[in-house]
């Protein structure tokens, strides 16, 4: 069944992710939809319906099922491995997962401005996320202003701010070091 089709990394598919909500061009699409006509906001079925068509352009998947278009901000397209697209079931887990991180880490947020709706599956593409599409990448937040932030306030002793940089020096979000600090790594 699925035994010709490679998986794909979760790198290429965040990457993926975020090549397709900067994409400019109107041809993974039957009807020629990017993410930016949209003001870079609208409904998971639609990045993934595109992130598809990218995919399979960039050779990184095969086209067996045809491609398809749909009504943009429509949320009930659901992913069915080589029946209702080209991705394999692994992809399709992954793709929740990478979309799950990018939510997570401050690219993309829920809730769509206009005839969309306020929660998931609709969302949008937050301001440090269109500074991430700029860049094809997750870019580190500005730790030293963090910092700075954290220094600035006034009852604030050495040890605390000792504590709460030691696991930052390598982290990309303030979520992540809010959880490292409560964690006590």
């Not at 069944?1 to 909500?21: A, Q, V, Y």
Request: a negative charge; hydrophobic letters at 35%; proline letters at 4%.
């Amino acid at each position: 069944m699925e035994t010709d089709t490679r998986n794909l990394s979760s790198i290429e598919i965040r990457n993926l992710m975020l090549e397709t909500l900067a994409y400019e061009e109107a041809d993974i699409d039957s009807e020629g939809k990017t993410f930016k006509m949209y003001g870079y906001q609208g409904a998971q079925s639609d990045l993934f319906r595109l992130m598809e068509g990218l995919a399979v352009k960039r050779g990184l998947i095969k086209e067996k099922v045809p491609l398809h278009g749909a009504a943009w901000g429509v949320s009930g397209f659901m992913l069915h491995p080589l029946s209702t697209t080209n991705f394999s079931r692994s992809d399709i887990k992954n793709i929740f997962e990478q979309f799950h991180l990018l939510l997570n880490q401050g690219i993309i947020a829920p809730g769509a401005v206009g005839n969309y709706g306020h929660n998931l599956p609709y969302f949008h593409v937050t301001e440090y996320g269109l500074k991430c599409l700029e860049e094809q990448e997750v870019l580190p937040y500005d730790i030293d202003g963090y910092f700075d932030k954290i220094k600035s306030i006034p009852s604030i002793s050495e040890w605390v701010e000792f504590y709460i940089k030691s696991p930052c020096q390598n982290a990309i979000s303030p979520e992540t070091v809010s959880s490292q600090t409560i964690k006590g790594r």
